[in-house]
């Protein structure tokens, strides 16, 4: 099966400034890579998603790139905010099917210092 | 417009007991999937259930099972309680067909003493 790895485990960085996560995928098949944010307490949350035909995709401050030949993708932030502060999963699908099957990495505990 | 709602939210049983969790998908989704997040992990995929069947099953033993109602509601079972079944248990809700994400509800917190 498909196997995520997610660097860094922790990261902190003063608000305001840029955050940066990076995963790489095993599986070639995989063709769909969602970020998801999981605050204390609650489920994960969809944040942004991006599938194989899209180099990069932006939402306001986040933004995801994929980089199909290296098998790897990255989550970027700008101008964090304290309630940017959670663990954020990223994941693979299983080989491109529409099971709704997902790879997850084991997380980024981000931290944002006012 | 409601969310993956799941139930109870905390759960303490003891090792060998049965337990059986409750899932409602998201308004409008039919396929429904769990996973378990231990301590410090991400989520690992346990089965999705679609139209009342099993679809697909990740590498967990035969004491998870599960089950979908016609309303697309979900059970999950897990019989003979292991102290490692401690997790905390997702359901993800989505609808058929290419480009649905996963939407999750808050999970049970499950602990086994």
């Known amino acids: 099966g498909e196997n995520v790895e997610q660097h860094p485990s922790t990261l902190s960085v003063q608000e305001g400034d840029s955050a940066v996560i990076k995963c790489t995928y095993s599986?070639?098949?995989?063709?769909?890579f969602p970020w998801y944010k999981q605050e204390l307490g609650k489920g994960p949350q969809l944040i942004i998603d991006?599938?194989?035909?899209?180099g990069e995709k932006k939402d306001q401050r986040i933004a995801v790139t994929l980089n199909k030949t290296a098998k790897h993708f990255s989550l970027h932030i700008t101008e964090t905010q304290p309630e940017d502060s959670a663990v954020y999963f990223c994941?693979?699908?299983?080989?491109?099917?529409?099971?709704?099957?997902?790879?997850f990495g084991r997380g980024t505990q981000l931290t944002v210092w006012p | 417009d409601a969310g993956v709602t799941q139930s109870p939210t905390h759960l303490i049983k003891t090792r060998g007991q049965q337990v059986t969790l409750r899932c409602s998908p998201k308004?409008?989704?039919?396929?429904v999937s769990w996973y378990q997040q231990a301590l410090g992990q991400g989520p690992q995929f346990i089965f999705q259930?679609?139209?009342?069947?099993?679809?697909q099953r990740g590498n967990f033993p035969d004491r998870f099972s599960g089950h979908q109602f016609p309303n697309y509601s979900s059970e999950l079972n897990v019989n003979a309680l292991l102290l490692g079944d401690s997790a905390l248990y997702l359901c993800?809700?989505?609808?058929?067909?290419?480009?649905?994400?996963?939407?999750f509800g808050n999970g049970t917190r499950l602990t086994v003493t």
């Open positions: 599986d070639s098949a995989s063709n769909y």
């Open positions: 994941a693979a699908d299983d080989r491109g099917s529409t099971l709704g099957r997902l790879y």
């Open positions: 308004s409008g989704h039919d396929t």
């Open positions: 993800a809700s989505s609808s058929t067909g290419v480009g649905s994400p996963l939407h």
């Open positions: 259930y679609y139209e009342e069947e099993e679809r």
């Open positions: 991006i599938r194989s035909n899209v």
